[in-house]
């Protein structure tokens, strides 16, 4: 399948992924009939059944609709469903296409003027910045998002109709990215991550050195400095991006404003400085993503004013430093670091934005593989922390690896003042203890715990 003109009925497989949820959303705003399972009801396939998509949670053919016209349906599904799932296999022997999220997110991006973030952490909040920004000028953009944009309330942002732009979220993960051929593209990090996928960090080197080197003629790509790769794998003009050290792109006279918490920072530019750019969202870490992302705003030809003015309407994007409560004498930040440099990264701008001020991080590790091969980084960074607890290990796609938990990781710290407990008995900690900064990590299920823990912070309020 080339091209999706005559397409008229789109069933997705996993339709509550953050990346398959965003497409289900653009094919139905755009006509189609959409339907599609997914193992479990969330706030989001909630959310999209009030949109009127239709979505079950029982891998049951029955609920396949039959009526669609094969010739007219598209099936797309995730990499993370088993082989065995029996929607999935049905589609496989009939006369339906059936492409993968990532092909899908090509075929509709890559005759636009793609701007593509990649990079194995960083990713969802630099492309959002990016959307926010463009939005603000008058030519707009689409954009197909790893996370619910808080300016926008949703993962996509409708193009408009003479728009060329289409940001998109690279993925590295089953190397989703190679789809894409962007415009205009930025690589944040290059961690070794997905070992599961790809056996060692090289292979890994190897799959972002492909993505570049497919980013259309006459295109440019920024890079943060410290990443290594090949440059002479792509034919793009590159620039470089970094918090503070000599780059295309960085702050100048970053200061953090102590009545609101936020930095306000001068914009060094390969053709001069954009002076008192402001950012209303906290966190040092979101400084260095606002500098990836003003450079992208930058070669697509934004004007200084607009990106100014789109930094300091950033509103954040859900669970990344999601700042979920807050008093005079508590705060509680909930953010979807999953990664050893992630939890370092978040760990460390807590403790900048609020020095000498205990932090309380409760991690939920996600993945068996990863906490296998990361279970010493993951150790060295909640090390960090002023009090760590470990709450039970999010499974995901994966089953069980004997030996390998949460206690894993636990035994590996040194930190003392550390926990292994249950959800429950992490509530009754946070209920008996003289809490300050409460921190919640974690890309499982650990945001369900913020609710609860709100109400907790709130009665000791």
Not at 60 to 76: C, F, G, Q, S
Not at 196 to 214: C, H, L, N, R, T
Not at 430 to 451: F, H, P, Q, S, Y
């Amino acid at each position: 399948m080339k091209n999706l003109q005559n397409i008229k009925n789109v069933y997705f497989l996993g339709i509550g992924g953050i990346g398959m949820s965003a497409l289900a959303r653009y094919f139905k705003f755009t006509g189609c009939n959409v339907a599609g399972y997914d193992r479990t009801p969330t706030a989001l396939t909630e959310a999209m059944e009030k949109e009127g998509i239709d979505i079950h949670f029982e891998d049951d053919i029955r609920n396949i609709p039959k009526n669609w016209n094969p010739a007219e349906t598209l099936a797309v599904f995730t990499p993370a469903l088993p082989d065995e799932h029996q929607e999935l296999s049905w589609f496989r022997e009939k006369p339906i296409g059936l492409l993968k999220r990532a092909k899908v997110l090509g075929l509709i991006s890559n005759d636009k003027s793609g701007i593509a973030v990649a990079g194995t952490h960083g990713k969802t909040t630099v492309s959002t910045m990016v959307a926010t920004i463009l939005n603000e000028t008058a030519i707009g953009c689409g954009a197909f998002l790893g996370g619910i944009s808080k300016n926008f309330g949703s993962n996509l942002l409708l193009p408009k109709d003479d728009s060329p732009w289409i940001v998109a979220e690279a993925d590295e993960f089953d190397r989703s990215f190679l789809h894409l051929q962007p415009e205009l593209a930025l690589i944040t990090a290059i961690d070794a991550d997905h070992l599961d996928i790809y056996g060692d960090k090289e292979k890994i080197v190897d799959a972002f050195e492909k993505f570049i080197s497919q980013i259309k003629p006459g295109g440019k790509l920024v890079v943060k400095v410290g990443v290594e790769i090949n440059r002479q794998k792509t034919s793009a003009e590159i620039f470089t991006y970094a918090l503070k050290e000599k780059a295309d792109f960085s702050t100048l006279n970053l200061r953090l404003d102590a009545g609101d918490g936020c930095y306000r920072f001068d914009l060094k530019t390969p053709e001069g400085i954009i002076a008192n750019c402001k950012m209303n969202y906290p966190g040092l870490v979101n400084v260095e993503n606002a500098v990836g992302a003003a450079a992208l705003s930058f070669l697509a030809e934004v004007s200084a004013n607009d990106i100014k003015a789109g930094l300091e309407k950033y509103a954040g994007v859900q669970r990344r430093f999601d700042v979920r409560f807050k008093s005079d004498s508590q705060i509680y930040i909930d953010d979807y670091a999953h990664h050893p440099k992630e939890l370092e990264a978040v760990i460390s701008s807590v403790q900048a934005l609020y020095p000498n001020r205990k932090v309380t991080g409760i991690f939920q590790p996600h993945l068996f593989t990863r906490t296998r091969d990361f279970a010493a980084e993951f150790a060295n960074s909640l090390d960090l922390l002023d009090e760590a607890v470990l709450i039970p290990l999010y499974p995901a796609r994966e089953e069980p690896i004997k030996g390998i938990s949460s206690e894993t990781i636990y035994e590996k710290m040194k930190l003392e003042n550390r926990h292994l407990l249950s959800r429950e008995e992490t509530l009754e900690l946070l209920r008996n203890e003289k809490t300050d900064v409460v921190l919640t990590i974690g890309a499982g299920d650990i945001d369900r715990l913020a609710e609860n823990i709100i109400e907790v912070l709130k009665s000791k309020n």
